[in-house]
Structure formats: structure tokens, C-alpha cells
């Protein structure tokens, strides 16, 4: 029999940087700006693919309330260090007004080779994203483990809409983020796959062929990652607010003990067809928690707040064991207010309706996510 795992957790963010006066991108910031990242936050902080974006990532927690502290602590730290140099981070997935053609990319061999093989694809990639790894230290039930928590991808991506602008304009999308991404290989849903060896073995022939040098250019929503014993949930947008995000890993982390205890009693959640999650997946990205997602189960459209109470329901107990309940009790709070993606629309139309210009009203959509960015 397999031992419980640990289910440990660990939460990785990207954000962008934007010049304080113009609410623009920083699209060369100063090489000084990183180097104070590091001096307050270490290895922690890297730089992502753009100039414009760092990626931050927490230690592996025991709890989601410590992988909370620990990430406010490195937002909080990135704010310090941007507003030395007269910036200032948000947590959005994408900006609401910054045009990718103007942005440049980090010089790092694996980013210079990534421009060079997938085209504008890569250079359209003004995006960030949050990914939270749970470990599951036995292999084969990582991937048992991934088949069936891809149905409920799609839940976590309405919690985590941040990304309804593109280019300074609506795009009717509350996470435009994925229409960007997914023009990528190798994304989306995973694979159905019996066993790591069967998840080697399509690493090993992508390998064989030159397709790619390792696993970490497996891009799906959600994957074994190809450096930790965890599984990594990819698909959501960065939350705006640290207790978003903490959700987030909640839910994550209470479904992976969720599917787990089913398991101990020799059950298992059904895998249902890839074009149902798709469908789902899809509705997700365009209204959010705003509409109603399907209920798969049952063959009808519910209420995605109705959903979320079931989810509740189901996780809530190893949600308590986790010590995550409260934060897994916080989706309600997002089902019922709205995302990231709500919010900065509400920002929008409030400064149109009080006589600002179009580009103001954007101006105004990144002063609220600069606010937002280390809210406790």
C-alpha cells in the first residue's frame, strides 16, 4: 500500500514591473533592480522571460498559511526594491494597456533559445501566471493522481482571473492569459497516461526526436514537475491579492488529499473525455465565476458558486487535517465578490464614468492592482 504523502506545498508567482509615473512596463529596468531582490529576498527572486517580469517562489510548507507569510514576505520585498528605482510591482496576468511588440527579453541562453525556436508565439508572451506544487513523493500515484484532478482545473482558473485587458483594450475574457499561452506546444490538458514509465517514455522519445532537451518544456496545466517530487498546477492566472492565491493552493492542496482518501478506499473520481474539461476550461477563461460552469456529473450548466459549495463539501475535511479551511473557505468570498478580472473591470468604467480618458481609466485599473499587490 502507499504511504500518505506529505502534500507539502510551494507557490510560484510571476509579476510586472511597471514605472510608477507612466503605469507602463519597465521594459530595460535598471540590472541594480534585480541584484536588490536578491540582497532582500535571495534566490527566491529570478528574472523571467521579459525584462519586465520577475518570477518569485516560496520554500515547501507544511501549511498554506506558512506558504502565505512566505510569499507576502517576498511581495513585500519586491515592492521595496521597485520603489527604490521608482517602480512598483502588480499581480495581474496580463497589463492593461502594455504592447508586446515593445517589451524585450531577458538574455539568458534557454530564453535566447526559446525566441529563436517558437517565433512570435514566445514574443507575444506578456503573461504571467501562478503555479502551486504539491508533493506527492510516489511517481505512479503522481500520475494518477494528475488524470483525475484535471477535471477541476477549470474551478481553479475561475477563482484566479486576472487578465480581462490586452493591449489596452476589453477582451471580453477574463482570462485572456490562456488564449496567449495556449498558442504555445505542448499546453493545455495533460495527456491520459497509466504510469510514470508511460510519462518517461513520451518525455524520452520528445528527447530522442530534438523536440525539446527535458520535461520542463512540458507546458500543461498541470504536470509532474521534472524537478521536485510534486505535482504543479499551471493552469491559473497570478492572483492580485496574496489571500487569492493562498485559495488557491488550499484548494489545490485539500483536492490532492481529497483524491488521495479516495483512493484508500479503492475509488477513484471519474476521467471524463478531454472535450468536457475543455468545455469547462473555456468557459472558465471567458466569464470567470460570473457564469455557470458543467456540472459533468450531471450533464447540466450549475452556478459556479453552487459548485464551489460542492467542492467544499468534499474537500472540507482534508481541507481541516491540511489546516488550509479557512483559506479553502475564501472561494466563497470569490465566488460571491468576484475576481482580480471583476475588479479591474469595476475600476475601468468607474474612471470613464467620472470623465477620464481611456488611457486614464487603464492608468487608474494599474494604480488599484499596485495597491493590491501586498494587501495582507
Request: with cysteine; charged share 25%.
Amino acid at each position: 500500500m502507499i504511504e500518505r504523502p506529505s502534500f507539502t506545498v510551494g507557490i510560484e508567482e510571476e509579476y510586472l514591473i511597471v514605472e510608477r509615473e507612466s503605469r507602463d512596463l519597465v521594459r530595460e529596468p535598471d540590472p541594480k533592480f534585480i541584484e536588490r531582490c536578491g540582497e532582500l529576498l535571495g534566490s527566491q527572486v529570478t528574472p523571467e522571460y521579459l525584462q519586465c517580469q520577475v518570477e518569485v517562489g516560496t520554500k515547501p510548507h507544511g501549511s498554506v498559511g506558512e506558504a502565505k507569510a512566505d510569499l507576502a514576505k517576498m511581495r513585500a520585498g519586491v515592492a521595496e526594491a521597485a520603489a527604490e528605482f521608482g517602480f512598483a510591482p502588480i499581480a495581474a496576468s496580463t497589463h492593461p494597456f502594455a504592447q508586446w511588440r515593445e517589451q524585450t527579453h531577458t538574455r539568458k541562453q534557454r530564453y535566447d533559445e526559446l525566441r529563436a525556436d517558437l517565433g512570435a508565439a514566445v514574443r507575444r508572451l506578456l503573461i504571467c501566471g501562478c503555479h502551486v506544487h504539491v508533493c506527492v513523493e510516489d511517481d505512479d500515484l503522481r500520475i494518477d493522481l494528475m488524470a483525475q484532478a484535471a477535471y477541476f482545473l477549470p474551478h481553479l482558473l475561475a477563482l484566479s482571473c486576472s487578465s480581462p485587458f490586452w493591449g489596452g483594450e476589453d477582451t471580453g475574457l477574463a482570462s485572456y492569459r490562456l488564449t496567449v499561452f495556449d498558442a504555445l506546444p505542448r499546453t493545455g490538458l495533460p495527456d491520459s497516461l497509466a504510469s510514470f514509465g508511460e510519462y518517461r517514455r513520451l518525455v524520452d522519445q520528445l528527447v530522442a526526436a530534438g523536440c525539446i532537451e527535458d520535461a520542463t518544456k512540458i507546458w500543461w496545466d498541470i504536470r509532474p514537475s521534472a524537478k521536485f517530487p510534486t505535482l504543479e498546477q499551471r493552469v491559473t492566472d497570478v492572483c492580485s491579492r496574496v489571500e487569492d492565491a493562498a485559495c488557491i493552493a488550499a484548494v489545490f492542496q485539500s483536492l490532492m488529499a481529497f483524491l488521495f482518501r479516495l483512493r484508500s478506499r479503492n475509488q477513484r473520481w471519474r476521467i471524463y473525455p478531454a472535450t468536457l474539461i475543455r468545455e469547462n476550461r473555456w468557459r472558465a477563461q471567458r466569464y470567470g465565476t460570473n457564469d455557470k460552469l458543467v456540472d459533468h456529473g450531471r450533464s447540466v450548466l450549475a452556478p459556479f458558486a453552487d459548485l464551489m459549495e460542492e467542492m467544499i463539501d468534499l474537500f472540507g475535511a482534508d481541507a481541516e487535517a491540511l489546516g488550509c479551511k479557512a483559506e479553502l473557505l475564501h472561494a466563497r468570498r470569490i465566488a460571491r465578490e468576484g475576481t482580480s478580472a471583476d475588479r479591474q473591470r469595476a475600476v475601468y468604467e468607474k474612471a470613464l464614468g467620472d470623465g477620464a480618458e481611456q488611457h486614464e481609466a487603464l492608468c487608474a485599473v494599474v494604480d488599484a492592482l499596485i495597491g493590491e499587490f501586498v494587501q495582507a
